[in-house]
């Protein structure tokens, strides 16, 4: 019962530390979804910009 209780306290304290992983985890999603954009989007938009910039 006591380990159950030691351990228990141990996760308690470690709330603090918890944010920072979670906002660590949205930040490595969000780039992973922005690098996919690219990836399939990345043709499309080079040649939108090529547009853009000859017209200029």
């Known amino acids: 019962m006591a380990l159950i209780q030691c351990v228990s306290s141990l996760l308690r304290r470690d709330d603090e530390g918890q ?13 992973i979804v ?6 399939f989007l990345g043709g499309q938009v080079s040649t939108i910009l090529s547009t853009v910039g000859n017209s200029i």
């Open 19 to 31: 944010g920072l992983a979670e906002y660590a985890l949205i930040l490595a999603l969000i780039a």
């Open 34 to 39: 922005a690098i996919i954009a690219l990836i």
